[in-house]
């Protein structure tokens, strides 16, 4: 969206919800009546079963929208919560026709995002059916960069909000798989690591990895 429009709709939508770390947003089977965009912060999306395992689908930055997962059913498929402190922008359904009315162009926003999540999610099954854990990590890496700079923020030198664990749990991956193959693109000068602090040092290099079938 132009950043006039971005001004305007801010000014348009004035309900934020404020979310500890750990803090749920929405949980599964809750009825589906807003949409929200994550001011700051971050928030992962997971399903549990009742046996207690989790499984996470999602990651989500700031400028992001969550709670497109209720879209097909009008209740949410998944339980949203707070990976550190975020404050999310909430975007009542009632009021988008109204809102759009002043800024036209916040629904066909609401389509492509919608677009691009479907996208997203093919693009996980297509990774976790066929490719190789290395190919799943620089994958993951990658969108990582190109949604960053989409946001307007880096695009190789990022902090990464998800814990290792967690970037496993999502590629179907164990933690010390993931550690590995972390020490592993850093020795062979695709990135470097400190702490939580990623630099993507070769695209190309990451990219080929990707190309390799399981």
Not at 7 to 33: H, I, W
Not at 49 to 61: D, N, P, R, Y
Not at 82 to 100: F, G, T, Y
């Amino acid at each position: 969206m132009a950043r006039h429009e971005v001004e305007q709709l801010d000014q348009l939508v004035q309900e934020r919800v404020r979310l500890q770390k750990g803090q749920l947003l929405y949980q599964n089977g809750d009825k589906l009546d807003a949409l929200y965009s994550l001011r700051f912060g971050s928030i992962k999306t997971q399903l549990e079963e009742a046996s207690g395992q989790v499984q996470i689908t999602g990651f989500f930055l700031p400028g992001e929208v969550i709670g497109l997962d209720g879209m097909p059913d009008g209740h949410h498929s998944s339980n949203a919560l707070a990976m550190e402190d975020s404050e999310v922008c909430v975007i009542r359904l009632s009021n988008i026709d109204d809102i759009s009315r002043f800024v036209p162009s916040l629904q066909q926003q609401v389509r492509r995002i919608m677009s691009k999540e479907i996208a997203r999610s093919h693009q996980v099954l297509l990774a976790l059916g066929s490719m190789r854990s290395e190919a799943r990590l620089a994958a993951f890496l990658l969108n990582l960069s190109e949604r960053l700079s989409a946001l307007g923020y880096s695009s190789t030198d990022f902090l990464m909000r998800m814990s290792r664990e967690e970037i496993g749990n999502y590629l179907g991956l164990t933690l010390e798989t993931v550690s590995r193959l972390f020490s592993r693109f850093a020795r062979e000068g695709l990135i470097t690591v400190s702490q939580r602090e990623v630099k993507l040092l070769d695209l190309s290099a990451l990219k080929e990895l990707t190309c390799h079938p399981a």
